[in-house]
């Protein structure tokens, strides 16, 4: 029998059209030594798929997000509020499976009352990805953008400024005292997850990155497209600026260098075009001309396009100004 915490836990998966990749997932949920006072899966699927699956699993509570697909961190919100009166609540995606000790190796962290939230490991499968970026995980960059790293093993705790979406968990009164989760960030979902991290940090609060909180992340088909598509090129660039703006404050200066990293990696495709352009031609295969000049136009144009619907969002939004701090 899983082994009694002082600590009480909710677990909350959000998903969309991913019912078997759900059922794996629960499986490895109801085999954790720690058992979590609730597990809440939040689907916006059409259909009844997921639906069935968990219905197969009785101490589940399924719940709808009826916005669809492109709405994750409303699915987050839904399962928060279903969460009752736990101390946190974790997340992890429907394509990330927990190792038996997970729950508990970030439910430990908490005993620090400084720490507001703890993300774990996520491993992809790939050789070495363990020792890739083992200096900068989770980082906040001078220059407004971001490092992942997360399937990293440092062999220890590292502090971090954001985590990653399939394995993170938060103290639920700190995500109450900052103002709760929101939900800004549409399409890919890209930095949906990233916003409350950064709002905890900037109230002072620590996050803790946990390597022994260990998932699985198979990484299971996308509700449209396909990973690094021209839509994850433009939701990149549109979201993070959004990000940005409800967290920093577009006066702030690692705002304004943002725009310089986006300026310079919309040029960056267009020579990668030039240079295309530039080659002999070839009739044939992947390494053509003409698909070297359409790939780095078009990434080119998703980069600039998201950045002015990133600026034109945060307008809509009343982020203007010398603003620091969410909205």
Known sequence: ?????????????????????VRRCLDHLAAQTVAPAAVIVVDASPGTLTRDVVAGFPDVTYLRNERGAGHTATSRMIGVAAAGGVDVVAFVD??????????????RRYDDPAVAAVGGRATNGQPGEEREGLGVIGRFLPNG??????????????????????????????VEE????????????????????????????RIVY????????????????????????????????????????????????????????ALGHVRYA?????????????????????NGLSRAVACAAGGVAGAAALVRLGVAGELGGAR
């Open 1 to 21: 029998m899983p082994e009694p915490h002082p600590r009480s836990a909710a677990v909350v998966v959000a998903t969309y059209n991913r019912p078997d990749h």
């Open 94 to 107: 429907d394509d990330a499976y927990a190792e038996p000790d997970w729950l508990e190796g970030l439910l």
């Open 145 to 174: 953008t971001l490092t992942g790293h997360f399937a990293a093993d440092p062999g220890r705790d590292v502090e971090v400024d954001h985590m990653l979406g399939a394995n993170m968990s938060v103290r639920r009164s700190a």
């Open 178 to 205: 900052v103002g709760g989760l929101a939900d800004h960030y549409p399409g890919t979902c890209l930095r949906e997850e990233t916003e409350i991290a950064l709002r905890l940090r900037l109230a002072g609060y």
């Open 210 to 265: 946990v390597p022994e909180a260990v998932v699985e992340h198979v990484a299971g088909p996308y509700a449209k497209g396909r990973r690094f598509d021209l839509r994850y090129t433009y939701y990149g660039e549109r979201n993070h600026l959004v990000l940005l703006g409800r967290t920093v404050g577009v006066g702030d200066v690692r705002f304004r260098r943002y725009l310089g990293v986006g300026a310079r990696t």
């Open 274 to 294: 030039a240079l295309a352009a530039a080659r002999r031609p070839r009739l044939f295969g992947e390494d053509s001309k003409a698909r070297g000049v359409a």
